[in-house]
């Protein structure tokens, strides 16, 4: 297709799976799975636990092999990419995560910039600028000083997205983001990530619990049953009772209320 006297091209998703098949020994957790995101969309992968939400996630941020097909970000495998480049595409953010040594709340989220660093760079002070007011986004603005280990579950877990924001990807890979917050920063952080994706322009891919948040802040949704089979598709399509139901295996009924959806054991 021409226009104007040039080629038009389109430019390639920020993620694809390309018959993608995830499995830990002799289960299979999806298989022949084929997905693309462009930027600004956001995907919430839902499932039972021990479904393989995680397994998937990791295996799309190139930290796990697939047993079959291929993941590629901007058109590029992470083979192609290699560990600093695709950092500055991808970002990730783990269900856990140990913190071997004591250092500071601003110390540790400088570690998001080092994706940016030339070898044996030290951060700047526009480095240093970018992570304070990452730092404020999650409401840690006022724990610079502050010793990880003294944080509490709820902070630690604040703490991992400001450094992660910091990093500024351009795809967001987040395993189980709310967890461990309250209900007010649980809220916070899902609409900072909307904020990136409708501002900046960052797809986002995140695994949750709660079906009424991924109808309220995702586009699309990837359900995964556990035995190889998934579904996905536009999120006000994919989460309906009958759906949820089927995926968790237990009667769900879905409430609406002020143009918000609940979806509440039956």
Known sequence: MRGGGAEMRTEAPLLEARKLTVAIGQRSF????DLSLQAGERLAILGCNGAGKSTLLS???GLRAPQGGEVRIQGA????????KSALIRGWLPQSRGDAFASTVLETALVGRHPHLERWG???AK???IVRAALAAVDLADFERRDIQTLSGGERQRLAIATLLAQEPQLFLLDEPIAYLDLKHQIAM???FAKAARENHAAVVMVLHEPALAWRFCDRVLLVHGDGLTESGPAKTMLTAERL?????????????????SFIPR
Request: with cysteine; glycine share 4%.
């Open 30 to 33: 999806c298989r022949d799975l």
């Open 59 to 61: 295996v799309l941020a």
């Open 77 to 84: 495998t992470y083979a192609e990419l290699g560990a600093r």
């Open 122 to 124: 030290w951060e700047s």
């Open 127 to 129: 480095d240093a600028q």
């Open 190 to 192: 899902l609409d900072l």
């Open 245 to 261: 139901s089927a995926l968790y295996q237990y009667p769900m009924l879905a409430y609406e209320c002020d143009g918000q959806i």
